[in-house]
């Protein structure tokens, strides 16, 4: 069961941030980091909402200030590649293309695509990831091997609707139930707004001062008892 005292909301020396603490010696340190600027942000702003649902986003890149994005935080020293025993990324695009830019990769610390961390599924083509051989060809870095289906058949399987937040918060549980059996005790998650508000929302039970929607490219670091 996940045990959490959440607090105040900290700076570390480095700039980012703290949100929770506890005080058993199983805790582990998640560094939840949300994608930079997709295209279908860049659209929203100019459309709105409707840019969300246009095929052109399939899969959604970066944009150029997504990337800008990912530079300006490495350069922020957040060193957290320095800690990390394991990356988890979204298997959408823009979360690993986030991740590939902000965050060096470290000889022996492996990354993993899970796809209990990707957006809200269903509807949206902006959320549909691509087939995971497509992805593998692509980033060969990055371990796949957790994703049974080639097409996202998890998408398709929402019909003509949008996820519901059950099951988004089912799928944080799940994360956290992974997290705890893995050995790794500082791990980087690299994933998205929607799926984060849920999570520490539905699953963490956050106050309202810490369970605030992520920026893009917005990293916060946790202490969590899982």
Known sequence: MLSTTMVRETKTYNGHKV??????????????LRH?????????????RAAFSKIEHLDARLTDLGKEQCATLKAANHGI???????????????????????DQVEGVPWVALEC?????GVQPCDRRRCVSELKMEYPNISFDAITDDDDAYFDSQGDERET?????HRGRELFSWLRDRPETNIVVVTHSGFLLSLFKRVMLSPP????????????SVLLDL
């Not at 800690?83 to 986030?98: C, D, K, N, Q, W």
């Not at 961390?117 to 599924?121: G, L």
Request: hydrophobic content about 40%.
């Open 209 to 220: 001062d810490t369970a605030k929607d992520f920026k893009n490219c917005e990293l916060r």
């Open 117 to 121: 961390v990707r957006e809200r599924a």
């Open 81 to 103: 590649e320095k800690e990390a025993e394991l990356v988890v990324v979204s298997p959408l695009t823009r979360a690993i293309e986030t991740a590939m830019l902000a965050i």
């Open 165 to 169: 937040y059950d099951s988004m918060a």
């Open 19 to 32: 949100v929770g603490v506890v005080q058993r010696s199983t805790a582990k340190t998640v560094h939840f």
């Open 36 to 48: 930079a600027e997709g295209t279908h942000n860049e659209a929203a702003l100019k459309e709105g």
